[in-house]
């Protein structure tokens, strides 16, 4: 059980374009997701949290006209990144919170390369 | 552009010798800590919780010590084998941060067979 999916799994675009990234929860209806992003060989920088129904609430420093979220349904959630330039590539993960508990379930990543 | 990123601690360990990874918190207030194994190119995967009001739990192989005093967590594999080899996170939640994880840097763990 706790699976969590992510659509697609590598990306490269042009800069100036928008990428749209989903995320799903497999086995198991999730009223909260977050979004991560994930530079080389550094720890985990929670971008987002993402509530089915409602407005996505972001962390400090994270722009949400930048960083689109929709959490329309109880198992998917979408991350677009509008306007991609180059210094937005990196690895996002996204993770769904079983309900009730605290535990967070990560997707497998998502890595984009902006050119 | 893309910021300078931290050195990570390492551990490295033999096949079969027992592993020891350590992370420090600093918000009293957590009362909710998880073990994350990350391999590379994945996502975190979910090794073990354990609670504030519990000092030690075991899972398979891995045993989680949380000392709330000096606000210590540790992960002990026994028997570690190549196929631990990752990147592991500690996170935490709880107080104002409910809900939320917090993680730590992360230790690479190298096993030598």
């Known amino acids: 059980g706790a699976v969590v999916s992510q659509h697609p799994s590598w990306v490269i675009c042009k800069s100036g374009t928008s990428v749209k990234i989903e995320c799903r929860s497999l086995?198991?209806?999730?009223?909260?997701m977050f979004w991560y992003r994930q530079f080389p060989k550094q720890s985990l920088m929670l971008m987002a949290t993402s509530n089915e129904g409602s407005k996505a609430t972001y962390e400090q420093g994270v722009e949400k006209d930048k960083f689109l979220i929709n959490h329309a349904s109880l198992t998917l959630s979408t991350l677009t990144v509008t306007s991609a330039h180059p210094e937005d590539s990196s690895f996002y993960i996204c993770?769904?919170?079983?309900?009730?508990?605290?535990?967070?379930?990560f997707g497998p990543g998502t890595r984009l390369l902006v050119l | 552009g893309e910021s300078v990123g931290l050195h990570l601690p390492t551990l490295s360990v033999q096949e079969g010798d027992n592993s020891i990874i350590n992370c420090a918190y600093s918000n009293s207030a957590s009362d909710y800590f998880i073990w994350y194994k990350q391999e590379s190119g994945k996502g975190p995967q979910f090794i073990i919780d354990?609670?504030?009001?519990?000092d030690k739990r075991q899972g398979q192989r891995v045993t989680v010590l949380l000392n709330k005093t000096v606000k210590h967590l540790s992960l002990q594999i026994a028997a570690t084998q190549p196929g631990d080899s990752a990147v592991y996170f500690c996170?935490?939640?709880?107080?104002?941060?409910?809900?939320?994880?917090?993680f730590g840097q992360g230790t690479i763990l190298t096993v030598h067979p």
């Open positions: 086995d198991f209806q999730a009223t909260t």
């Open positions: 354990i609670r504030s009001n519990m």
């Open positions: 993770s769904a919170r079983d309900p009730g508990l605290e535990t967070q379930y």
């Open positions: 996170a935490g939640s709880g107080g104002t941060s409910y809900g939320k994880l917090t």
